[in-house]
């Protein structure tokens, strides 16, 4: 279960939560309003080494790990 940053479209503001899948809808816990996630932070690949060319849109790629 992977954890992931969000920004809350309403009030702005930022906040990690547990999900268990990385498209599973998450609201604000200050507002409750829908949130977007935020894709701030270094990026590494699957194998440790840096990833240059990552969008940090696991949705797409899967092969990246954050670091935050």
Do not use: W
């Amino acid at each position: 279960m992977p954890i992931l940053q969000y920004v809350c479209k309403n009030c702005k503001k930022s906040f990690e939560e547990l999900v268990k899948k990385y498209d599973e809808p998450v609201n604000c816990p200050n507002c409750g309003h829908s949130v977007e996630r935020s894709y701030s932070g270094e990026m590494f690949s699957a194998t440790g080494k840096s990833g240059k060319k990552c969008s940090g849109n696991c949705k797409t790629c899967g092969g990246c790990k954050r670091s935050v």
